[in-house]
């Protein structure tokens, strides 16, 4: 491929034609208006060398051997990445219908040969503005769409591990419709964690060591989620609800659920060991687990609105967290029953009870699971 350069930042254009002396005639016209010819003398060649590096405008010959020029239109207008590349046919054909071929084939202009220096550079520098146009444009649309994306980043941030975030932002076209209006029906596993004798720890501790603590407690919990790709729907006080199989589909659901509470109180123990030695009292996390259909979507007012879940799989969670122990995850009867085989193998050792709980009008049977220290 032989080159006229006059500097890297030159409007590009790709001399196509079998001719060599027409080619390098075409080329220079261009080169004297400070343009950048490039020439290749066959479809083949052409069609590589558009592949490697696209022009800015491609001059096309008609008449060549191989591919000629209409296919060659045809081709770079059928590509999405070269569909927008400016094509000007160079044809010594004059009839009617060899110019519908060509409008057919996506031709942007044509010129006739002989070709006239005049009539080529009007045609070539009109074609010019216009792609230039078409890039300052589309990189505006890119510009906000990068800017689009990354504000839905930060929303997502507020619920979603990073993983989880960017893989939704890969499969969905807009992001953000995953976080829908209160509308919405869906399966989902709830799960509660809270700190067991926080309150009486927050008593015996100077005041400006409260938030360092539960920020370290935070830090330890929400790792364990993002871990397992849980959505972080909420934190009061020292507890914490986390959903799973929402916003995005997630079929082992509950068994995410039962590692990620597996993994709060091992990784948070170590931390409450140093507490304890620091403060003289003892704590631990408690966890509450239940799955079924709740309602799921944005809750608040026009300034602050929270994605949430509602239903009485919820309030069971909340209500299981407050009768665990410390270490201790309860299950409620509809996530032990998606859990299935899953409670009788391996080596956690679960228990099944009847407890009471607050809003039932009689004993709830679940399942109990204390978690031992990571070895």
Known sequence: MNDLATGPAAFRVLVVDDDQDMAAFLARMLAQQGLKAEIVTDGYAALAAIAADPPDLVL???QMPGPDGFE?????KASESTALLPVVLVTALEDHQS?????EAGADDFISKPVRREELIARVNTL??????????EGRRLAAEVQEKESIRKAFSRYLSPQLAERVLRDSPRGGDVFRDLSQRALVVALFADLRGFTRLSETVAVSSIVPMLNEYFTVITAAVHENEGTVLSMAGDSMLVGFNVPVPQPDAAERALNTARTVIQSFTPVAARWKREHGLS????????SGEVVVGNVGTPSFTSYTIIGDPVNVAARLMQRAAPNEVLIGPQAALALGRRLTSGADQFQRRSIELKGKSGP????????APAG
């Open 60 to 62: 096309l010959d008609v």
């Open 72 to 76: 060659i239109c045809r081709r770079l």
């Open 99 to 103: 110019r519908v071929r060509g409008i």
């Open 128 to 137: 010019r503005r216009l792609h230039e146009t078409r890039k300052e444009l």
């Open 283 to 290: 704590t631990g996390v408690g966890v509450g687990i239940e």
């Open 364 to 371: 709830v049977e679940v399942v109990s699971l204390r978690v």
